[in-house]
């Protein structure tokens, strides 16, 4: 078995960023964090998570994260499933974010973009299904 367990984002401001995903994931909690360089430029990093999942954000980016809109190279986006969109939209909703763009009308799935405060584009996906065929099949 092979699974993602963490992504690491380079960002200006962690805290901003706890904001995003704190409401998202009520239930991660902060990991870890220290401090260390990264080429030759002092950082502090910290790891939002649970025991199977993390984020790890650096906080020594600089400039801006890339234009969605544009086709530069670089990630698009990021999903997580949730097993009730509603409520997750919600919670983000309440701490101040707005939905960036809605998802594709979809017979056994609903979706969601959010962007966090860093600039990355940020999917939620709620399955309407139990079965593979119909939870990944585009209309």
Known sequence: MIQLE???LVVSDIEAELKFYRA????WRVRDQGQGEWYGKPRTWLHFGDDYQYLVFSDHGEGENRNLE???VGLA???YVTNNLDALIQRLV???FSVAK???EEPWRKNIYFIDPAGFEVEFVEYLS???G??????
């Open 24 to 27: 998202a994931f009520p239930h």
């Open 94 to 96: 309440d701490a101040g």
């Open 70 to 72: 544009g086709h530069s």
């Open 77 to 79: 986006h990021f999903a």
């Open 102 to 104: 809605d998802g594709a």
């Open 130 to 132: 139990d079965l593979p």
């Open 6 to 8: 963490h992504v690491n």
């Open 134 to 139: 119909e939870r990944n099949a585009s209309s």
